[in-house]
């Protein structure tokens, strides 16, 4: 055989093992945090997706109902939500009976395909319009995650969920209420925030997060600070943001304080003349107390710029 023959084929080879392989499982530890009497929740680092995290930086939570456990969010690739159940086979033997999803950002939920092949009764709910978007966003959070973590949730297949739930729907599982909370667009449009009603939790999504700064894209500064204010409306005593740390009502005003900050801030310059990069240093200095918070500085400037363009809507 030729050598160009021989190193053609060796690299086809090499190129087909590499696309057949599957992302590693999650290497690091993460504890398992007790919210209440039957809530749970493994909060992720509170990052962007890297090589290091494998792309989990989620906080999935689970719910122990009488025989079965509900799990929120369970991450953003197979790998993490094959983690996720090794941690509730830690505290029960019980199977998974269902799953929410908070929003369709594939680190919620493309953990879904973990729970399909464990369980293939688990029923999976989401807002409707948070179901019709899967179609698209899983292969493109699929593709990006492994672009961010080199390949590192390899072999997740985006499962969209079954049944879509609206704001103040209540389900009865297995003896537990959970119910839905969905206030129009906020960090999406179709965010869920999912109250634990007998054991006063709530899983706020991305609705709330905590001490980092996360993209906003897709929804609304006012819709989000709004949802902010549901939250904290309801029975609630525990809060548990989609990134970041749990906690009481602090947890939801520090961040409806930042976005409320954030927007009045940019109303204000914009209102004096000042376009969006001019404004930068001086918003930015406004928000001295949330500086320490991660991915201060390389969001900042893209969350003014959207501020900037929803007071121009506003406006209109
Ligand atoms: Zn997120």
Redesign the pocket.
Known sequence: MPRNAFFSILAALLLLGACDRQGAAIGREYPIKKISDRVYVIHGPNEVPNAVNQGF??NPGFVLTRKGVVVIDPGSSLQTGEMVLKKIATVTANPVIAVFNTHV?G??WLGNDAIRRAYPKAVIYAHPKMIAKTGEAGPFWIKLLNRLTDNAVRGTRPVSPDLGIDDEETLALDGLRFTAHHTGTAHTDGDLMIEVVDEKVIFLG?NVVTQSL?RLDDGSFSGNARACDVALKTGAVHFVP??GPSGGREVVKAYRDFLGGLYRAVKKYRAQGLNDFEMRSRVATELKPYQTWAQFDSEIGKLISLAFLEAEREAF
């Open positions: 930086i989620n950002h680190d919620h991305d996360r989609g990134h």
